[in-house]
């Protein structure tokens, strides 16, 4: 890699125009020479300017060899002020030694743009990775070791040592109670863990937390498909990503968008949420249409419009339930291929002893009320809520686990606007089966 030099007598501003696709909030401030806290100079500033323009252009290793001999604080100035991926051949190209004392002075968003990240999708560990710190040899002996990490801990979180080849494959793991308690003259091969695990940089968030389900380590090492080492990933960093995921499928359910937060505008929250209430509204219609074909019978039996919301909620309730199972089954990758009908008769059959119960219940309810109201047919009445909610809630469960896997299917978000479907789907099914039969066993 070499970087064009500025010619003549631009100033760096002309050259970070032309040469720098993203400047740093740091990399303006040491220009300006200004501190961020109190805007007061920052010691040095004007070197940092000028070795800046003699470093666009350089080649990579003399590049690297020159920024070993900076200053902590002046080297990570530079790297911010160039592109991530110069930033990381430059790195590529210093001793171990430099190379980790510099990350270790820097901030972990600068160690994950300065990771091999910038190919792998979102979701997955390669876009969470941090650049490595504390990576050894084989052959380096306890005391090298405890000496190099005395420098870095300073600056830098490190709970285990990683143990690379000349290559770079990652062959061992080096814990602190393994420094603690062995003689300085002891290499670490000889008392490093062999075979660690480790994640691989492509793999799915949700896979790579299944992966650690039992392994609660603070830090896991990120390797490619040959082993080599590519960077770190805190499990603290993993689960916090994840638990924004499954945070946001509440939202998601009733077409509230990911993107959406408590700061987003409100013109932009209005276009990721109107849609979706259109969407409601038209399948409200639908269900609308079901009542409205059985107005004559309400008009006859006026008591029924009192019991339509319980049936309604109800089975409402229960699809929300077989719903949140099956999204969280299917986040955690539990639903295997082929066990898709297995998960709908089982809901299916809740759904039966679920309505069975509250059906007797509420039959109960409507047989009371109607004796109040001094109905002829307070006993048919009771019998066809029972039978009703039964119906409803068997309908609902299966909904609640059919309705995200056809959306997988179609090739859409399973959570999406998942609910306002199901609502659909609960409210024609106990409403209909309500008054279809009151139709049936009353008039």
Not at 313 to 334: F, H, I, K, W
Not at 361 to 386: C, E, H, R, S
Request: hydrophobic fraction near 45%.
């Amino acid at each position: 890699m070499s970087i064009p030099s500025p010619t003549g007598e631009d100033t760096y501003f002309e050259v970070a125009a032309i040469h720098l696709a993203r400047p740093s909030r740091d990399h303006l401030l040491f220009v300006s020479g200004m501190s961020d806290s109190d805007k007061t100079p920052i010691k040095g500033a004007s070197d940092v300017r000028d070795q800046i323009s003699e470093f666009l252009g350089l080649p990579t290793s003399e590049a690297a060899e020159r920024l070993s001999g900076l200053e902590s604080e002046k080297a990570l100035a530079i790297l911010r002020s160039i592109t991530a991926s110069q930033a990381r051949e430059i790195l590529a190209a210093m001793t171990d030694r430099s190379r980790q004392a510099l990350l270790a002075a820097s901030t972990a968003e600068n160690r994950r743009q300065w990771a091999e990240q910038d190919h792998y999708p979102e979701g997955t560990v390669g876009r969470l990775m941090e650049a490595p710190i504390g990576v050894f040899r084989p052959e380096d002996t306890i005391g090298q070791t405890i000496e190099t990490l005395r420098g870095l801990v300073t600056q830098a979180f490190i709970t285990y040592g990683f143990v690379t080849d000349e290559s770079g494959k990652l062959v061992g793991v080096i814990t602190m109670r393994d420094l603690l308690f062995s003689a300085h003259d002891v290499k670490l091969r000889d008392v490093m863990l062999t075979k660690p695990f480790s994640l691989q940089a492509d793999a799915v968030l949700v896979d790579a937390m299944k992966a650690v389900l039992n392994r609660h380590y603070p830090v896991y090492p990120v390797c490619d498909e040959a082993g080599k080492l590519l960077g770190l990933l805190r499990g603290q960093e993993m689960f916090e990503a994840q638990a924004i995921e499954l945070s946001a499928q509440a939202g998601s359910m009733v077409g509230v968008e990911k993107e959406e937060r408590v700061t987003t505008p409100w013109f932009r929250s209005l276009k990721f949420r109107h849609p979706w209430l259109q969407l409601n509204l038209l399948t409200a219609f639908v269900a609308a249409f079901v009542v409205g074909i059985f107005e004559n019978t309400i008009e006859q039996i006026v008591v029924l419009a009192v019991f339509l919301p319980v049936l309604a909620g109800q089975s409402g309730n229960t699809g929300c339930q077989a719903l949140a199972v099956t999204l969280r089954g299917m986040t955690l990758g539990e639903i295997k291929p082929g066990k898709e009908k297995l998960l709908v008769l089982k809901e299916g059959f809740l759904g039966l002893l679920n309505g069975s119960l509250v059906g007797i219940t509420a039959g109960l309810g409507m047989f009371v009320y109607a004796t109040m109201q001094k109905n002829p047919d307070a006993i048919k009445l009771g019998f066809v809520v029972f039978l009703a909610m039964i119906g409803a809630c068997i309908i609902s469960g299966i909904c609640g686990a059919l309705i995200p896997q056809i959306l997988k299917k179609l090739g859409a978000d399973p959570a999406t606007a998942s609910s306002i479907f199901l609502t659909t789907f609960t409210d024609v099914a106990s409403m209909g089966a309500f008054l279809g039969l009151a139709t049936i066993m009353i008039l």
